[in-house]
């Protein structure tokens, strides 16, 4: 997958990527496919999400780290040496972002503290992603996905009523945190072409948790009472929920009293629209385990893609419930290009589609160090200051 020339909304933007693993890489992933030129910076041990497999894609790349990093160049530097911290300066002085998630501390311990990058480089957008912030109580403890889905209370709200909190099917925590970088980077450059300044966009996992448990803060806030787990139900809509249907599961959506109707109209149940425990939906809330019981036996008895097709052509909200396979081979899904297949490269769509430019999976992955000659003398580097550079470990070069 050879990478065009760069288009998009961000097509004059350079970033300069030192992070890792999910939040920081995804977040820069999201610029480079809108245009953006973004450089990631790895160490000679490698992002740590290379080995996070199987499966893997190549020898030295798993299917983790290759979702998460395409359309960026690859240069590899060791910083704990002084001619790779210098390098680090050369870096920052041609980027116009900074996207990095080190533990606190680490860039001001290489010369490169807050401070200093505001006097050298004021025109950097500074994005730092951490765990906990770098101050307070948690300031500078480390934290990943899991970590903070516990601490942040998305555990205790997530997994059936009887069973244990569990953790959300996916690292929803590290892939909003890297939405909102992306969100703030953007804010960040805006004001930067009225100001002409840079400045620190401040993400942490514990902030997206915490902004991730509406309704439930919304609820604890006005009552003080702690939610509970619910399962696939909405503690303030009924029905609203998966059911068994003959052939697999079903998720229906009653969420107003016209939909309600609709529903049971479908499923050969009216009687239940006149039933004043459903009269209403704060009703078939307060209700909603012996509403449960009257919808599952009709439910039972259909096939869920049928079901939901005749629950939708009345406007009633309903799928199957598709597995990851499914989702990804819908027509749907593919008509609206979430699924990127070319040059040997497969991965997922761009989800923020723009009309007059629009964003391109523009390359692969790069293997680690793939791009470090180029980059190195594109700065004004020799080919022998180059040669010099990886023979003394500083640089890793795969060319």
Same mark, same amino acid.
């Given at each position: ?11 004059? #933007? ?13 977040? $820069? ?11 990631? #910076? ?6 740590? $999400?290379?080995?996070? /497999? ?28 002084? %001619? ?48 906990? &912030?770098?101050? /307070? ?14 601490? &942040? ?25 890297? @939405? ?17 300044? /840079?400045?620190?966009? +401040? ?50 959506? &009653? ?12 499923? /050969? ?36 893609? %049928? ?40 991965? @997922? ?19 680690? &160090? ?22 003394? +470990? ?6």
């Amino acid at each position: 997958m050879t990478a065009p020339e760069p288009t998009g909304s961000l097509r004059d #933007v350079r970033v300069l990527d030192l992070s890792r693993i999910l939040a920081g890489p995804l977040c $820069t992933q999201m610029l480079a496919d809108h245009g953006a030129e973004v450089v990631k #910076v790895e160490p000679p041990a490698g992002d740590d $999400t290379r080995a996070w /497999g199987p499966p893997f894609v190549t020898d030295s790349m798993s299917a983790y780290h290759s979702a998460i990093n395409r359309g960026k160049a690859n240069i590899c530097l060791d910083f704990g040496s002084a %001619e790779g911290r210098r390098l680090l300066g050369e870096l920052l002085a041609d980027a116009d972002v900074l996207v990095e998630n080190f533990k606190a501390g680490t860039l001001a311990g290489w010369g490169y503290s807050d401070e200093v990058l505001v006097e050298r480089f004021p025109e950097l957008v500074h994005c730092r992603i951490t765990g906990f &912030g770098t101050d /307070g109580p948690m300031g500078s403890t480390p934290g990943y996905d899991a970590i903070l889905q516990a601490y &942040g209370g998305l555990m205790s709200i997530n997994g059936e009523r009887s069973g244990p909190p569990l953790r959300v099917g996916v690292p929803i925590v590290d892939v909003v945190t890297g @939405i909102y970088a992306f969100s703030g980077i953007l804010l960040a450059l805006h004001d930067r072409h009225t100001t002409g300044r /840079g400045q620190l966009v +401040d993400c942490t996992l514990l902030d997206t948790a915490i902004s991730l448990l509406h309704p439930h803060s919304a609820a604890w806030l006005a009552s003080g009472e702690v939610p509970q787990r619910t399962g696939s139900a909405h503690p303030s809509i009924a029905p609203y929920d998966t059911f068994d249907a003959a052939d697999g599961l079903i998720f229906i959506s &009653g969420g107003n009293d016209r939909l309600f109707h609709a529903l049971v109209h479908v499923l /050969g149940v009216p009687e239940l629209a006149a039933d004043p425990r459903f009269a209403t939906n704060a009703d078939r809330v307060h209700h909603v385990e012996a509403l449960r019981a009257l919808l599952a036996e009709p439910i039972a008895g259909r096939n869920r893609h %049928e079901l939901a097709e005749a629950l939708l052509a009345r406007g009633v909200p309903a799928t199957a419930v598709h597995d990851v396979g499914e989702a990804l081979t819908d027509p749907q899904v593919r008509h609206r290009g979430m699924v990127v297949e070319r040059d040997g490269y497969r991965g @997922i769509g761009i989800p923020i589609k723009l009309d007059r430019t629009p964003g391109s999976a523009r390359s692969a992955p790069r293997e680690q &160090g793939a791009d470090t000659r180029r980059i190195l003398t594109a700065l004004g580097y020799s080919e022998e200051e180059v040669d010099n550079l990886v023979q003394a +470990d500083i640089a890793l070069s795969r060319l």
